[in-house]
């Protein structure tokens, strides 16, 4: 690439493709480049199923965003994907591999079924109550990991995946033994109305003000993140342990400190989803909230506000995919494909460089580079 | 023992049924790993590989056509982790979780458009047990050992020629040095990419072995998301056996194992959530380096960029 070019004769170059994502800057090329390729990929699996895929995606953004009720069930799609993505956007800013968040989902979950029926009494002074004890176990729970990479040098990838598993069957476990009560689905009991999380009303449906709570947390790993000299540590030791350790600060103490807050956030939003929509926990609960958390969080370019918008396209995808099975007839599951599809694309840099030319891929940095793999 | 857990045979029998999807998929995950790519999407291997040859069967009705089926399933799909790994460079663990998810939705996806049905497909031609005359006819081993599925023998004679050809050959051995030092078989001319395109394509191929079994093995039929988690407990057996073959069968056999213990014991003598963490709670104790750390291989998870 020679330097004397203006950068509007390079904009001018290339297909329209090229010229829409290289001008929507730098850190959304990624994702708007991995975004597009699968809704093409998703258009020909529909078209190859027998249906029209034009009719199969206005359906699909209608069933996002066409009405209140739409609109309602998009954000509440997207509330637990908010936490859960944060869980995994600020363990990664430490340069550590957050693939725990189901886990630390379900403990968040139990602990909200538990206490919500316990401190019911005290109506929405319990909500209170149990959300900070979902943060305090998800924060002990989520420093397993952090301790066993700091203390042992064992991978956080595979603990984590590991603690899913210990996770699930032991909320589970309390779910189906001490904490079973008699009911259609096995499960916890019901927790009292006046000690949920309300609906926000409006007509968006089951949407509660558990979104506002992840808008909240959102702000907070922000704050925490750039506004702390705790955040600038964890960041440093994820741009370079090296650095930071000359520095005098402990990759320990914020390998430790960046998976428990990681831990903190997605137990959060277990008790958020117990709280805010399903009032219990039931045997099985919710899946692949956490690992959707990942694709959230690399979407969103492990960037709170990335986080937030990553969650939304999710819980559009989801909500909008419904209405699509029903008006066409093109099942539901396309959603997951094409956010498979995504997550592979999102990270492939030589892929982008090979379609949209070296200078995209310097302009979008990669994702690599702001932590992942250097611890 | 024996009225908790039913006759000692019919125990080891379950145990081997249990272990033999996990046992494949490790040895799968091995190739992958020892040539320095992180396999997470050993799961999405297996479902992609169980639906299939579910498909497979049920167009043919023929067992045989589903397997070839799904091992062309489980190929595809690992070189769709390989090219976004090796060739476009990736993230490894990303490209894993993305094979996972695709898998899960792209199965319940196909699932209604082949069949009209969510949940569960049609029954299909399974590979039924087979007793092998004489060695079945042993008392107690005979019934368990040798009177399974023909995946089950193929498991059999896999472990050792995993060992074999991982220990014993020069592909093993350059498959190895590409997972450790990638430069050093770069410089002797042996091409990384290539090996670990080999690695990966032979972990889609076993994890194929392993959801076939699970699908025309174990059932005769399809179930959306049926390995749950089969394939993370793969893992955990190839990291438990320290990424050696006998070693994670020895793993995969202990959690096949627990598995059996789970169904078999009564409810209230140990909790089934307990046993069913048990693989995972060893592997933790392992790579914490308890009775002797596992370690990877050192190129792991790493793009190598010719410089």
Known sequence: MSEDRTPEERRARGSALRRILVNAGGPLVFPLFAILISFLIGAVIVLATGHNPLAAYVALLQGAVGSPEAIGR??????????????????????????????????????????????????????????????????????IPGFLKARFGAHEVITTI???????????????????????????????????????????????????????????????????????????VGLSPGAAHYAGMSIGVNTVLALAIGGAFAALGGGVEVLGVYGKMTV????????????????????????????????????????????TDVPLQLANVLLAVILLLVTATKLVELVLGKRARALAGTHLDEGLGRQ | MGEIFGAPGELLASTIRFATPLVLAALGGMFSERSGVVNIGLEGLMLISAFAGVVGASLSGNAFVGLGFALAAGLAFALIHALMCVTFEADQIISGTAINLLALGGTAFLLVI???????????????????????????????????????YLMYLLVPTTYFVLFRTPFGLRLRATGEVPEAVDTAGVSVTRMRYYGVALSGVLAGLGGVYLSMGLLSAFTENMTGGRGFIALAALIFGRWNPI???????????????????????????????????????????????????????????KE
């Open chain 1, 74 to 143: 998009t954000l509440l799609g997207a509330t637990p994907l908010i936490f859960t993505g944060l869980a995994v956007a600020v363990a990664f800013r430490a340069g550590l591999f957050n693939i725990g968040g189901e886990g630390q989902l379900f403990i968040g979950a139990i602990t909200a079924a538990w206490l919500g029926v316990s401190l019911g009494f005290l109506g929405p002074l319990s909500v209170v109550l149990v959300l900070l004890a979902c943060v305090f176990t998800g924060f002990l729970w989520g420093a």
């Open chain 2, 247 to 305: 070693g994670a069968a020895g793993a995969a056999l202990l959690f096949g194992f627990a598995q059996a213990v789970t169904i078999q014991a009564p409810q209230d003598l140990i909790p089934q959530e307990f046993l069913q963490m048990l693989p995972y709670i060893l592997t933790i104790i392992v790579l914490a380096g308890f009775g002797g750390r596992a370690i990877a291989p050192a190129a792991i998870g790493k793009p190598y960029r």
């Open chain 2, 114 to 152: 082949i069949f009209g049905t969510g949940g569960t497909s049609p029954r299909v031609e399974g590979f039924e047990e087979l007793p092998i005359p004489l060695l079945s006819d042993i008392p107690v081993i005979g019934p368990a050992l040798f009177s399974q599925s023909l995946l089950v």
């Open chain 1, 162 to 236: 590991m603690l899913n598993y210990i996770g699930i069957n032991l909320a589970y476990y309390f779910a189906l033994k001490p904490l079973r009560t008699e009911g259609l689905v096995p499960g916890t009991d019901t927790i009292d109305i006046a000690a949920r999380i309300p609906f926000i009303g409006l007509g968006l449906g089951r949407a509660n003000y558990g979104l506002i709570i992840a808008l909240l947390a959102a702000v907070v790993a922000y704050l925490l993140l750039w506004r702390t000299r705790r955040g600038f540590q964890i960041r440093a």
């Open chain 1, 284 to 327: 099985p609960f919710v899946t692949n909230l956490g690992y959707n958390g990942i694709g959230v969080a690399l979407l969103g370019r492990n960037h709170p506000v990335g986080v937030v918008l990553g969650a939304l396209l999710f819980g559009g995808l989801y909500s909008g995919a419904q209405e699509m099975q029903f008006a």
